[in-house]
């Protein structure tokens, strides 16, 4: 089962994703966490990522679907996991059209589509009370999601969910990643989900739509 989440940043798809993942035995494909851990190798290729995140700004079609490339086709995927979840890619409609191309190639091909909608207001105040446990990679919202008191846990901002960032990063998205509705939209695979609800009420309706 291959299933994509589509949805501007901060509207619960990486919450949603790690519930999904977990019971569908999918695995969680994020180019944003790929990207994230990438940085943590402080060389000039690093850097230039890290450069570009850190302003909102897209990485290269080339180098994503490279990344994307390489997890899809490989042994421990195809054996392990019951499909793959995409959280973040593709952004571009060259993304998705190799990412097209790409699961034909494997004989498989997107099922589900789960758009997440909301307004940019409730983004940018979801974004910026923003965590995340850097032991367990769990994201926590300090208004609708608090973590749980005295864990021990070590939470950390991402420094691209600063305000400024965020509304360039909507503004990326709207430029970049909404003409993909049209692209899937044509194939009859997009369910919308209103991305303002509590979090838990959103994974309810995605999983509705998955037994589809
Ligand atoms: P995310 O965690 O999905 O919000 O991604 C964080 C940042 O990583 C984005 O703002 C981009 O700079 C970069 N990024 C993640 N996924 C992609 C992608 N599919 N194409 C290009 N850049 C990406």
């Known amino acids: 089962m291959i299933t994509m989440l589509l949805g501007p940043p901060?509207?619960?798809?990486?919450?949603?994703?790690?519930?999904?993942?977990?019971?569908?035995?999918?695995?969680?494909?994020?180019?944003?966490?790929?990207?994230?851990?990438?940085?943590?190798?402080?060389?000039?290729?690093?850097?230039?990522?890290?450069?570009?995140m850190s302003t909102g700004e897209l990485i290269s079609d080339d180098i994503i679907n490279q990344l994307v490339k390489e997890i899809v086709e490989s042994d421990k995927i195809k054996t392990?996991?019951?499909?793959?979840?995409?959280?973040?890619?593709?952004?571009?409609?060259?993304?998705?059209?190799?990412?097209?191309?790409?699961?034909?190639?494997?004989?498989?091909?997107?099922?589900?589509?789960?758009l997440f909608n909301v307004d940019d207001d409730f983004i940018v105040k979801r974004i910026v009370a923003r965590r995340i446990d850097r032991k367990t990679g769990n994201i926590y919202n300090l208004i609708t999601n608090p973590p749980p008191e005295n864990a021990d846990l070590d939470l950390y901002q991402r420094p691209d969910d600063k305000e400024e960032t965020i509304l360039h990063r909507l503004d990326v998205y709207k430029k970049q990643t909404t003409p993909?509705?049209?692209?899937?939209?044509?194939?009859?695979?997009?369910?919308?989900?209103?991305?303002?609800?509590?979090?838990?009420?959103?994974?309810e309706i995605a999983e509705k739509i998955l037994e589809r």
């Open 10 to 52: 901060g509207s619960g798809k990486g919450t949603t994703a790690n519930v999904i993942c977990k019971n569908h035995k999918l695995f969680s494909l994020s180019t944003g966490d790929l990207l994230r851990e990438r940085v943590k190798q402080t060389d000039g290729f690093g850097k230039h990522i890290a450069n570009l």
């Open 80 to 114: 392990e996991y019951n499909g793959i979840l995409f959280d973040g890619y593709p952004r571009t409609v060259q993304q998705a059209q190799f990412l097209k191309k790409l699961l034909a190639d494997n004989n498989q091909k997107v099922n589900y589509v789960l």
């Open 180 to 203: 993909l509705i049209d692209f899937y939209k044509e194939s009859d695979i997009i369910y919308e989900v209103d991305a303002s609800q509590p979090v838990e009420k959103m994974i």
